[in-house]
Nanobody
């Protein structure tokens, strides 16, 4: 059974930082999966934030987070990370990690087979 478990969310003031983790289990070979972070703010649709290729050599960032968020992964520990700096209230959302083996379109949520339960990030003014 595949499980993705996010952690690291919380409440932070504007300008602050958080580091999210996504621990994966049950994937045959973690390094063969593209990992991504999506987020969903209240009343809005889920949107793509960051996605990383299997070997981590290609990373895709949404325009809204580029330059502030950094994705990394430790394949030996089956874990992906999202370092978020310069947070602002517009970043408030539930953050989900997702995994897909051969996504044709990395930013497209429909391409992902596995999802975590989400972790809440709240940025106060």
């Amino acid at each position: 059974q595949v499980r993705l478990v996010e952690s690291g969310g919380g409440l932070v003031q504007a300008g602050g930082s958080l580091r999210l983790s996504c621990a994966a289990s049950g994937l045959t070979t973690f390094s063969e999966y593209t990992m991504a972070w999506f987020r969903q703010a209240p009343g809005k649709e889920r949107e793509f934030a960051v996605g990383s290729g299997r070997s981590g050599d290609a990373t895709y960032y949404a325009h809204s987070v580029k330059g502030r968020f950094t994705f990394s992964r430790d394949n030996a520990k089956n874990t992906g990370f999202l370092q978020m700096n310069g947070l602002n209230p517009e970043d408030t959302a539930v953050y989900y990690c997702a995994a897909a083996r051969f996504p044709r379109d990395v930013p497209a949520a429909r391409e992902y087979d596995y999802w975590g339960q989400g972790t809440q990030v709240t940025v106060s003014v």
